[in-house]
């Protein structure tokens, strides 16, 4: 079983960075691939990025290519999204899953954290 735990998130004006981080409970957490989900009011949940169990592989929507980047340190069982010139379109719920692949649906990821908000003001 798998934990996990979003922080990281805020308000920032637009152009701004921000890096969330997913820490994780479980001696497991180095065998699952981890996804970046968003969630805006009155929007279904969607992809953001993902990374392989290695950290070698990553996958973006096309939304956030060039802007995002997700990284993991196995070591301190942690995910991280760097956000970098933020948009108000960015502004959303975000959330990391584990699962045992990088998958665009959110039914392809086993475990999921709580979310933590990202507010990109104009």
């Known amino acids: 079983q798998v934990q996990l735990v979003e922080s990281g998130g805020g308000t920032v004006q637009a152009g701004g960075s921000l890096r969330l981080s997913c820490a994780a409970t479980?001696?497991?957490?180095?065998?699952?691939?981890m996804g970046w989900f968003r969630q805006a009011p009155g929007k279904e949940r969607e992809f953001v990025a993902g990374?392989?169990?290695?950290?070698?592989?990553?996958d973006y929507a096309d939304s956030v290519k060039d802007r995002f980047t997700s990284s993991r340190d196995n070591a301190k069982n942690t995910v991280y999204l760097q956000m970098n010139s933020l948009k108000p379109e960015d502004t959303a719920v975000y959330f990391c899953a584990a699962g045992l692949g990088i998958r665009w649906s959110p039914r392809g990821y086993d475990y999921w954290g709580r979310g933590t908000q990202v507010t990109v003001s104009t």
């Open positions: 479980g001696r497991t957490f180095s065998t699952y691939a």
């Open positions: 990374i392989t169990s290695s950290g070698i592989s990553t």
